[in-house]
């Protein structure tokens, strides 16, 4: 029996998009493997930072030196990325870019015939939607399902709108009919994914619409989102987190910077007001919901004085988690261009201490529910604990009698904390 491995890295969509190679694996009579050898192994790569790329590469290659009678592809954004150079740079028998994840099998089949290298990149531009559908995700019980990809934003940072392509969007009905599928599965909690899931527009229904279909036409207990932009938080999305409890008391949604000087040359679409007035309504609408962020330090012409802003602004939203990164050139981007980069050892430090306000705010937003009954989805059983998600995203681990994937009321304690 042939034997494959999938390693996927970067984001949800990423994580959605294995989950249909490795259905398709499965459907074909391939056996997946529960170690580092198999016949076939996929690296599903990400190319959002340096770090990411060189991570990708270092696993390709890793897999070829582990696994020199198998058979290796790499697909995805690191791929799209560095076409160019792509054949020095790693040794894969097939090469992939963005487009035809769902096909892998097909390329598989063609290689095994021929023999031949296989290598296919796409002008992501000019792409459509690629349908593809999951009915069960075998590696979290929090479902994940890709409803758009692509983005227009073009901050000057990023590298993503020319790997991943502009924006479209899943069919609504779709949508609909694979949530239920899921449902039906057993999954309690699907989180909707996206490059920038808030551009969400199938036929003219927008992502408001589409929570709302899903309120209504399905039994999903738990709505959650991969991540928001504040410009997108309209006041139909502010109104289902007001009046609908099974969307969940959680968004992630990108700072970048909380110095407005900063998010201007990011070619970010607010300023920190506009953010903090939208926090504070988010807060009006559900006042314990929980925001976590995304933060880059040390981009170029970055002073201290703008790094304490951001600081800062942080501590004043309370977020209860910062995830942050330390600005990375990227080659093809504006800010790849800027003068004024800041040294790394600077870069490192500021990346220590936001992160250590972030340890901060988790404790202090997890400690105003001690003693509080909140619910709680087990998703693992590991070292002698349950552990799970609340709706606001409190990592517990629990003690006592539990069953995977089912939903528990439980009274927060602090022993529960997970950091």
Known sequence: MKTFLIKTLGCKVNSYESEVIRSSFINNGYVESDNDNADICIVNTCTVTNTSDNKS???????????????????????????????????????LGNKDKSKIIDYLNDYILRKEKILRFYDMSSQEFEDMSVNHFNSHHRAFIKIEDGCNNFCSYCIIPFVRGRVRSKDYEKVINE????????????????????????????????????????????????????????IDMINIIKNENRFVSHLHIPLQSGCDKILKLMNRRYDTN?????????????????????????????????????????????????HVFPYSDRSGTVASKMSNKI?????????????????????EYFKSFIDKKEKVLIEEYKDGYYYGFTSNYLYLKLKGNYKINEIYDVVVKMEMFVK
């Open 343 to 363: 040294d790394n050892a600077i870069k490192k430090d500021r990346v220590r201490r936001l992160s250590l306000l972030s340890d901060e705010l988790a404790e």
């Open 57 to 95: 590469k270092k696993i390709i290659n890793s897999y070829r030196k582990n696994n020199p009678n198998a058979i290796i592809i790499a697909v995805g954004c690191f791929c799209q990325f560095r076409k160019d150079e792509i054949n020095n740079l790693i040794d894969a028998d097939i090469i």
């Open 179 to 234: 949530v239920n599928s899921l449902v039906s599965n057993g999954h309690k909690e699907v989180v909707l994914s996206g490059i920038h899931t808030g551009q969400y527009n199938s036929d003219g229904k927008r992502l408001s619409d589409l929570i709302n279909g899903l309120l209504v036409n399905t039994n999903i207990e738990r709505i959650r989102l991969s991540s928001v932009e504040i410009v997108e938080l309209d």
């Open 274 to 322: 506009y953010f903090l007035d939208k926090v504070n309504e988010l807060r009006s609408a559900r006042e314990n919901i929980a925001l976590s962020t995304d933060v880059i330090v040390g981009f170029p012409g970055e002073t201290e004085e703008d790094f304490i802003e951001t600081y800062n602004f942080c501590k004043k939203i309370g977020f209860t988690k910062i």
